[in-house]
């Protein structure tokens, strides 16, 4: 059978309507959902924008988009725009400051398509993010060691260094007689209790101080920044005993949520600190405004921790009180074995 040019041409129109045709029907039935960032490489406190299209093929009666509480500690919502393109599309648009410190991903999200009790779920894509460190290229290399020199022997100092040995020696020997002397007159001692320090108004005392500061210059607002997260880190280590001095904002973070604290203070702490590492490790420099804002922080943090950990703080006194009893009447005892032994 011949077929010419022509027949070959409605031949192949008719595959590619049928083709057409199919793939409308396909993406009819069903919903779908793309995302898109305008991030490429980010450092420290950069912001960006993602966006979420939502294509679906019938009405629902409500469509929820993610909001902060499923985006991680590494990404902060600046602000947000919804907008809804048709009936049966609609999408929205998220202002994200950028917060970590390596390379990591932006989570798939889900949106929530619901429809009187029916709930259907779709979810983005996963959206690696790349780290772009604030560090100049010669800084992260290392120096290569300078060689060791051999120096020539001498006597000199292990001649004073035996001298310092018999002047210690000698020092040693005429405290302790001296210190045997002393201890056949013992005076009775007044007992010292310890007093208790009230982690809440430690806090108060720490953040009404940052009130007076001067912030004239770059290191000013270093120190206002330092001191405030401080803080509030040593709050935790005395009240929860978390050794928020020595971990960074994202393990202290953790750390919280682990224990189930109240989440207005995991927010403002979240908030603070995050400023804080900006202006330590990206180079950041705040205005005055900025910084009354995230000492108002402080103060919120402050007002809550009143009300929340207040019986704790209560328990912590009543604690306190029994160990200094113990320890009045453990000296009483010691005393009266002194006076009994004279």
Do not use: C
């Not at 009936?87 to 889900?110: H, N, V």
């Not at 429809?115 to 772009?132: L, R």
């Not at 120096?143 to 035996?162: C, S």
């Not at 935790?236 to 919280?256: C, D, G, M, P, V």
């Amino acid at each position: 059978m011949h077929i010419n040019s022509v027949g070959y041409g409605k031949l192949f129109k008719r595959i590619l309507l049928l083709w057409l045709f199919t793939g409308i029907t396909l993406n009819s039935s069903g919903q779908t959902v793309k995302e898109y960032t305008s991030a490429d490489s980010l450092k420290v406190g950069d912001r960006f924008n993602f966006s979420i299209t939502v294509n679906y093929d019938e009405d629902y009666d409500r469509i929820t988009f993610p909001d902060s509480a499923n985006f991680s500690s590494n990404f902060e919502i600046r602000s947000q725009s919804r907008f809804q393109v048709s009936s049966f599309k609609d999408s929205i648009s998220y202002d994200l400051q950028f917060f970590a410190t390596s390379d990591t991903i932006l989570s798939p999200l889900p949106v929530l398509l619901i429809n009187e009790e029916d709930t259907t779920t779709v979810y983005t894509n996963p959206v690696p993010i790349k780290f772009s460190s604030v560090l100049a290229e010669e800084d992260e290399s290392l120096r290569p060691l300078k060689p060791i020199y051999d120096f020539a022997a001498a006597w000199w100092p292990y001649i004073i260094g035996f001298l310092l040995l018999l002047i210690v020696g000698f020092l040693l020997y005429y405290y302790l007689t001296k210190k045997e002397k002393e201890e056949t007159i013992v005076e009775p001692q007044p007992f010292k209790p310890k007093p208790f320090i009230n982690p809440l108004k430690v806090l108060e005392k720490d953040i009404n101080r940052l009130e007076q500061m001067d912030l004239s210059s770059t290191k000013d607002f270093q120190i206002f920044y330092t001191e405030l997260g401080d803080a509030i880190r040593r709050y935790f280590e005395e009240l929860h005993q978390i050794r928020a001095l020595e971990l960074t904002s994202t393990e202290i973070l953790q750390k919280l949520r682990s224990r189930s604290i109240d989440y207005t203070l995991i927010d403002d702490t979240r908030a603070v600190l995050q400023e804080a590492d900006m202006v330590k490790f990206a180079n950041f420099t705040p205005t005055e405004e900025q910084a009354g804002r995230a000492l108002k922080k402080g103060y919120n943090f402050l007002e809550r921790a009143k009300e929340i950990d207040a019986p704790r703080v209560e328990h912590m006194r009543r604690e306190h009180q029994s160990r200094v009893e113990a320890e009045r009447e453990e000296h009483k005892e010691r005393q009266n074995q002194q006076e009994v032994e004279a």
